[in-house]
């Protein structure tokens, strides 16, 4: 593959994903709004690109339960959505960037999906795929990311 791509829109499609070191958390975008709003787009890496994925079930329970719980944290959270190449999450505050308030969060969310007992909203009334959960899958995901909470803005291999 060259490595004389062109500029793309997307900013991810313009990072070398060979070049960064799993897990880590960085910001991806940043859009200032027309009236002064502004978004902060943080890239929250889980495993390492093109080596490791996590499977669905833990994708999804970890979606649903930061989703729910980061906003107990916090009244800027916009979005929590998974990549679809399952290595990470993007998670969107109305805020400036602030990566050290953004790994805050971050962690005290994880602490909050590891005292869980269920994922909030598997069911069918709920949710788009109900039974397509594991709580434990996601524990697991997030307690070896929490375990490395010292290197997430090493962000380059
Ligand atoms: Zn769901």
């Known amino acids: 593959m060259s490595d004389q791509r062109e500029r793309m829109n997307v900013e991810s499609f313009n990072l070398d994903h060979r070049a960064v070191h799993a897990p880590f958390v960085r910001v991806a975008d940043v859009k200032r709004l027309p009236h002064g709003d502004v978004l902060t787009k943080y890239d929250v890496r889980f495993c390492q690109p093109n080596v490791e ?10 979606e649903h339960s930061f989703a729910e719980y980061a906003r107990n944290h916090s009244d800027v959270v916009v979005d929590f959505s ?51 959960h594991s709580l ?21 291999a």
């Open 136 to 156: 434990e899958a996601a524990q697991h995901a997030v307690r070896s990311m929490l375990k490395q909470r010292e290197v997430w803005k090493d962000i380059e």
């Open 53 to 62: 994925h996590l499977e669905m079930p833990a994708v999804h329970s970890i």
């Open 82 to 132: 998974p990549m679809g190449c399952q290595t990470g999450f993007y998670l969107i505050l109305a805020s400036e960037p602030d990566i050290d308030g953004a790994i805050s969060l971050i962690s005290a969310t994880f602490q909050d999906i590891l005292r869980a007992t269920e994922v909030p909203a598997a069911n069918e009334v709920q949710c788009g795929w109900g039974v397509h």
